[in-house]
């Protein structure tokens, strides 16, 4: 009998210590030392960590791992997130008062879904509303992002950028999605004191981060 992380259940790890997330429950949380040692012993490759399996037991409790009929319990780590090493600069072009609306707009229903919505069910919404994007989903066209990231910057009277880095990191991706473009929404987090944030990217250039403080967050989910 083996194990598995539960499904919804993602880690990285920052400054030597596990940080987990439950996209199911909104919830991020670490462990106490027997914990994660006996989580990460799950991924020494040579199988040499000893098995505590005490501290397996209260790691199924508390649904971060499920017992699996595979007998081998040692599985591949987070996938290995970037942050992009470079940024996007609002363009400096007049923006589109249609294009402003329609930011307007994206930020009131994203505003709903952050406040009413698991990050499991953004996902699934994210992924539905990605399949539908017309042409290559991965183009870069960075006339288009600097557009608008231009006409967010404009809506920043209406909607400050304080403290909501989730719904405004959903109105612009579905208003990237609405015009053929597919960035990734990055979720990271940092330590001392812990912080969460969110950003959009592609590989190469954050596009829209109104910290713009990504480069000092490890990433653990990107949808």
Request: charged residues 25%.
């Amino acid at each position: 009998m083996g194990y598995r992380l539960r499904e919804g259940v993602l880690f990285c790890r920052v400054e030597g210590r596990v940080i987990m997330l439950d996209i199911r429950a909104n919830r991020y949380f670490a462990h106490g030392d027997s914990a994660e040692k006996a989580f990460l012993g799950l991924f020494d490759p040579d199988g040499t960590a000893d098995r505590d399996e005490i501290a397996i037991a209260h790691l199924i409790d508390r649904d971060v791992l499920e017992r699996h009929p595979d007998s081998s319990d040692r599985y591949s780590g987070p996938e290995r997130l970037q942050t992009a090493p470079d940024w996007l600069l609002p363009g400096e072009r007049p923006v589109s008062i249609w294009l402003v609306a329609r930011v307007i707009l994206s930020l009131c229903r994203a505003s709903m879904d952050a406040r009413l919505k698991s990050l499991a069910s953004i996902k699934r919404s994210l992924a539905r509303r990605r399949s539908t994007v017309i042409g290559d989903p991965s183009r870069r066209d960075y006339e288009s992002y600097e557009a608008i990231a231009a006409a967010f910057e404009r809506t920043e009277f209406l909607f400050s950028p304080a403290d909501r880095c989730l719904p405004r990191s959903l109105a612009f991706v579905a208003v990237c999605n609405k015009v053929g473009l597919a960035p990734r929404l990055i979720f990271g987090v940092k330590t001392n004191p812990f912080v969460a944030h969110c950003w959009v990217q592609t590989d190469e250039r954050i596009l829209y981060d109104h910290s713009p403080e990504a480069n000092l967050f490890t990433p653990i989910l990107a949808l």
